[in-house]
Structures are given as C-alpha cells and as structure tokens.
C-alpha cells in the first residue's frame, strides 16, 4: 500500500489493536477449547456460506455468418453433368450413385493430350510402312486366322446377315483388342467425363457420358462398364452410343453381352459396318501399281467432307476400275470389276505402296478415321482370309 497516497494511512490499524477487537467480539462459547476427537459440528457447504456472486452483464455476442463455399473446378462440373442426365431422363437413383463420387483423371489427360498428331496445317506425313509393320504382324494372322477357321458357320451366318467381308469384322476384332486381350480397364463413367471436363471435345464426350448412364439404366453392371482412356468399350471398341444402338446377340442366348461373347462382339462390329453403310460383295481395296508417269495433279479431289478432311484429302478422285486401268493402274493380285468405283491412295508416297479403295473402305474409316487404320484392318483382314 506505500506510496499509494496518504488518505489510506488514515485507516491503518496496529495488529493489536485488530485483535483487541476481535475477541471482544468473540461469544463466550466460542472461547471454550474443543475437544479434538469430537465430530465436527453440521455446517452448510462452503459455497452455502457465500454470498452470491452480482452476475455482470455479458456484451451480446452477434452470429458469425459465413457464405457458403461454391465448389470450383470438377466439382462444379459435375453439377453441370447432373443437370444434363436428369434433362435426359436419366434415373436420380443412377445420377446419385454415380456422378457424385466421380474424381478427374489426370492420367486419361495426359494420355489425351499425347497424342500424335502435330500442328492442324501441318504438311507432313508419316510413312505408313512402319505402322502397318506394327499392326499386321505374324501374332495377329496367325491368331486371326485360326480364329477364323474355327468360327467359320458362325461367320458365314454373319455373312449372309450384314453382307460384311467376316474377314474385315475378325481384323477389326484383332486390331481394337488383340481378339479380346486388351479392353481396357478404366471406369467409363470417370474417363468419360473427364474428357468432357477437358473441353477439347466437350459435346461429343458429354453425350457419350450421358450414354454411360442410360446403359446402367438399363442394366448393364457399373463395373462391366470399363475400357480404354478414350471410353471406348467390350470387344468392339464402341462408344456407350453405339453399345446402345448397334451392339449385337451373335451367339443366340438373347443378351448383346460385348464384354463376355466374342460371337456377340463380332455380331456388334457386323452390324456397325453394315450400318455405315458396307456394299455386299465388295471388297475393300487392292494394291496396285501406279506408273510413274501418271499425272496425279490432275486426280485431285474437289469433294470436301464433312468429317476427316485430313484424312480424305490423301484419295484421288474417284474413277472406275476400267478408267483406272487405263491410266495404267494395274492390280498386284485380286482385282475388281470393271464398273467398281475406286480412289487411289498412296500412302508412303509416289513410287511406294498404293491400293484402290472401294466404298467399303470409307465404312472402315467411320469406325476411326485414319487411312493407317483403315489401310491396316483391310490387309490384316486379307492375310486372315489367306490363313498366312
């Protein structure tokens, strides 16, 4: 208390006389002394004999409002992608189990973004010899053709069917997946709307995904429904469009089942050339010999695609077999009639490798388009058909 002023020493007592005080006001009861072994007399709680506390009044402490957090990103996407399959008619119960629990998949878009194919105005062309090397290999005419050999009622019913070479549909069979080795193993629903999530072809994969969700709709277990990063499905390779539309029950038990039935995926790859719109009893292409002196400026095409214009620039203008052969364009082995339609293509360049296409060929291009493809499922097929 030093030096807090002198008004407090005023009131400052001496020790004795504070006792003094103390005892004289003391009951004479309370002065006996106690016996040590006695109970203690009842006494009220300690908290009983104070007084209670003056409550002091708290500020009001005003609610902390937060906005909620939008998501961003996938996330947000995938909120698109539910609006789209419930416009669609997709069941909630289906909307619910899947999109929800979707994660993006770096790996589909690296995979993606990989791909060849240099700048769009780019004039430079691979050689196709060391593709066809790659995929028409000793290992798949061997397995095709006796592939071939053993289903060959089934294939001729096929045949009679979709009118489509069966040699074509068992090439298409081997080149998509090795005959059924290699589906792919990525859950469609995941790589398809990642892709679309991309952006690069939003539209076309947002549909596909949409079909992905019809499919289970309608059935088809979620964990048969993988494949390759690009979404395509089963042994035909297709998209969840055309597994809706085209595929196809080969082996008669009543189901299209292209993840289990290699008869029914073949059935599915008939049906989807027939459906783009394969010519009965044509072949899809010849080599042939082209003299140096044809004037190939003067075969250019005029006609402009609506799809692939890279791809179909590479064919001349169409002529007929008997026109080509006039021109000195002569076949190295099978030939096609007079009549028969065709455009030459030269895909390693003048003096290389050529063929005459057919019609038929175009419908191979709309299963992928690519004249590497196209070009290597057509001589597949005819090493196949050769058993060599």
């Known amino acids: 208390m030093e030096g807090e002023g002198s008004g407090?020493?005023?009131?400052?007592?001496?020790?004795?006389?504070?006792?003094?005080?103390?005892?004289a006001l003391t009951p004479a009861?309370?002065?006996?002394?106690?016996?040590?072994?006695?109970?203690?007399?009842?006494?009220?709680?300690?908290?009983?004999?104070?007084?209670?506390?003056?409550?002091?009044?708290?500020?009001m402490l005003q609610p902390v409002v937060t906005a909620p957090t939008q998501p961003s990103g996938f996330e947000a996407y995938k909120q698109r992608l539910i609006a789209a399959a419930r416009t669609a008619g997709v069941r909630e119960a289906t909307i619910q189990a899947v999109i929800p629990a979707l994660r993006q998949n770096a790996r589909v878009i690296a995979?993606?973004?990989?791909?060849?194919?240099?700048?769009?105005?780019?004039?430079?062309?691979?050689?196709?010899?060391p593709y066809r090397a790659e995929h028409v290999t000793t290992d798949l005419i061997t397995r095709g053709a006796a592939r071939f050999r053993s289903y060959a009622p089934q294939l001729a019913w096929l045949e009679q069917r979709f009118g489509v070479e069966p040699q074509v549909v068992m090439a298409i069979f081997g080149h998509?997946?090795?005959?059924?080795?290699?589906?792919?193993?990525?859950?469609?629903?995941?790589?398809?709307?990642?892709?679309?999530?991309?952006?690069?072809?939003?539209q076309f994969f947002e549909e596909e995904f949409i079909a992905s969700?019809?499919?289970?709709?309608?059935?088809?277990?979620?964990?048969?429904?993988?494949?390759?990063?690009?979404?395509?499905?089963?042994?035909?390779q297709f998209m969840p469009s055309n597994v809706l539309r085209l595929a196809t029950d080969g082996d008669g038990d009543g189901t299209a089942n292209i993840w289990g039935s290699e008869m029914d995926g073949l059935a599915s790859i008939a049906a989807y050339l027939?459906?783009?719109?394969?010519?009965?009893g044509v072949h899809w292409g010849i080599p042939v010999s082209v003299p140096a002196a044809l004037d190939r400026s003067a075969?250019?095409?005029?006609?402009?695609?609506?799809?692939?214009?890279?791809?179909?620039?590479?064919?001349?203008?169409w002529l007929t077999m008997r026109e080509w052969r006039s021109l000195g364009v002569q076949p190295t082995g099978q030939s096609l009639p007079d009549t028969e339609m065709a455009t030459l293509i030269e895909p390693d360049g003048?003096?290389?490798?050529?063929?005459?296409?057919?019609?038929?060929?175009?419908?191979?291009?709309?299963?992928?388009?690519?004249?590497?493809?196209?070009?290597?499922?057509?001589?597949?097929a005819d090493r196949i058909a050769a058993g060599r």
């Open 8 to 23: 407090k020493v005023a009131f400052r007592w001496s020790s004795s006389l504070v006792c003094l005080a103390a005892l």
């Open 29 to 59: 009861s309370a002065m006996q002394e106690r016996d040590p072994l006695a109970p203690l007399p009842d006494r009220p709680p300690a908290s009983a004999q104070r007084a209670a506390p003056v409550p002091v009044a708290q500020p």
């Open 111 to 129: 995979l993606d973004r990989a791909q060849p194919g240099g700048p769009p105005n780019s004039s430079y062309i691979p050689p196709f010899a």
């Open 176 to 202: 998509e997946t090795s005959y059924g080795r290699i589906t792919g193993n990525f859950d469609l629903a995941e790589v398809l709307a990642t892709l679309a999530y991309e952006g690069r072809r939003r």
């Open 213 to 236: 969700l019809r499919l289970l709709d309608r059935g088809t277990p979620r964990e048969r429904l993988k494949g390759s990063w690009a979404g395509a499905t089963g042994y035909p």
């Open 274 to 280: 027939q459906d783009a719109g394969w010519k009965r």
């Open 299 to 317: 075969l250019r095409t005029t006609l402009v695609p609506p799809r692939c214009p890279q791809v179909f620039k590479r064919h001349s203008r």
């Open 350 to 380: 003048s003096q290389a490798t050529a063929y005459l296409l057919t019609g038929n060929y175009r419908a191979i291009l709309d299963y992928n388009c690519s004249n590497f493809y196209a070009l290597s499922v057509g001589l597949l």
